[in-house]
Each structure stands twice: as C-alpha cells, then as structure tokens.
C-alpha cells in the first residue's frame, strides 16, 4: 500500500508524511534509547499488530528514519535502529511528553520500560538550587538503565555497565507511584514493591526531580483595531 501524503509542501506537512500514521512516532520512541530485534518492538507496542507494525517499519526505513542492523555477537540477530535522521526526533518526542503529560494518567494498562525512561528525561524539572548530582541504576520489568544526573541535565542509557551510587529495582507501576502517586521510598521498600541498593536518602530525593510540565501560559493574541 502505498504511503499517504498531505500533498502539502509546508514542513510541518512533510514531517507528518514521514511520522503521522499511527504508531510511527511510538516506534521512534522505542528505538531512540538503542536498536530492537522486531520481538522487542512488538513487546513495546502490545496493540500494535504485526503486520501494521511491518508496515510502520517499512515506512520510516523509506523515509530514512531507521535502518535495518546485525546484532551480534555471539548470535547474528536482525533489529531495528534509528539513523541520525530519526534521532533528531528525539526532542520533538519529548516535548510531545511533556505537552501530553498533562492528560496523563497511571498507567494501569501498561507502559513500556522505554516510554517509561524516556518520561523520566521529559519530565526532570529539578527544583531550582537543586545540587543533585549522581549515577542511578533502574531495574525494571527485566531491563536495566543508568540515568545520569546532575543539577541541569539527564542523561539516559540502556546500561548495566559502570558504577552507580543507587540501584533501584522495580515494576514501571512502582516506580510510578514514587514520582506522582506520593509513595515513599521507605513505603515501597517495606511492602516489597521495591528493593535498593546504596543510599536510601539519595534514592527519595532523585524521585523528587521529576513533575508534570506546567501548562504554557501563551500571552493574549493582538487584535488589529
């Protein structure tokens, strides 16, 4: 089938011929924290079906998003991964995140790792004269993550490698519930939600850097008189 187009020369226009079918932008997002074998794709997007979800990645490997890689070794595996093209999707994403994080909700139904990381880089809003700086390992749902913070910046990676000053263990539900539900880290530790290792304290405060993104406040739109 052929892909549709806007026929509009506009660049908002033309992006949305390259990302706007449904489900193309979540497939960005599963991929922008490193390649996936098409299992881990469909593990990621649940509702998306296989053969909607091939076409998606036929799609965006036309446009030049993504690519297709080995990964190996030991085991030669074919995957996904995104071209330089498809990462300077990265910030649009994100600021998708934020605008979307005010109709949030818990997420009941599911959530995958990825999308969860990623809302954690979406939605840093440190307090301000924050000085937290330190190394995170996250557990969750069988992945590992370290993120990598300090008082202006987040970074995030799929990772196990390294030394963190925390690790902490969880499903997306448990550690959800430590950034807006009002869960305490004592709290999850005691009723097993969660377990960790390293400074219980540290752990608290990186739980706190994170928030809904404040609705714009757009100034009133002159009229001509």
Not at 48 to 73: D, F, I, T, Y
Not at 95 to 123: C, I, N, Q, V, Y
Request: aromatic share 6%; proline share 7%; with cysteine.
């Amino acid at each position: 089938m052929a892909q549709r187009t806007y026929d509009d020369s506009c660049g908002a226009a033309l992006a949305m011929d390259a990302v706007g079918e449904r489900w193309s932008m979540l497939v960005v997002r599963e991929l922008l924290l490193g390649p996936k074998r098409f299992s881990d794709l469909r593990a990621g997007l649940p509702n998306a079906s296989p053969n909607v979800l091939s076409q998606r990645l036929k799609e965006l490997e036309a446009s030049g998003l993504l690519r297709r890689v080995k990964l190996g070794p030991p085991a030669s595996v074919s995957a996904y991964e995104l071209t330089d093209s498809g990462r300077q999707l990265e910030p649009i994403l994100l600021e998708l995140s934020r605008w979307g994080s005010r109709r949030s909700h818990r997420p009941e139904k599911g959530m995958s790792t990825d999308a969860f990381m990623l809302m954690l880089k979406a939605l840093y809003f440190p307090p301000e004269g924050s000085r937290f700086d330190a190394r995170i390992r996250i557990r969750v749902s069988g992945d590992q993550f370290t993120v990598v913070v300090t008082p202006q910046t987040i970074d995030v990676s799929r990772s196990g490698a390294g030394t963190v000053d925390v690790e902490v263990t969880g499903d997306v539900l448990a550690l959800w519930d430590l950034i807006f539900s009002g869960e305490t880290v004592p709290d999850a530790l005691a009723s097993e939600r969660i377990t960790l290792t390293g400074d219980a304290g540290l752990a608290a405060e990186f739980f706190t850097l994170f928030s809904v993104a404040p609705a714009a406040v757009l100034p009133p739109v002159p009229v001509g008189g």
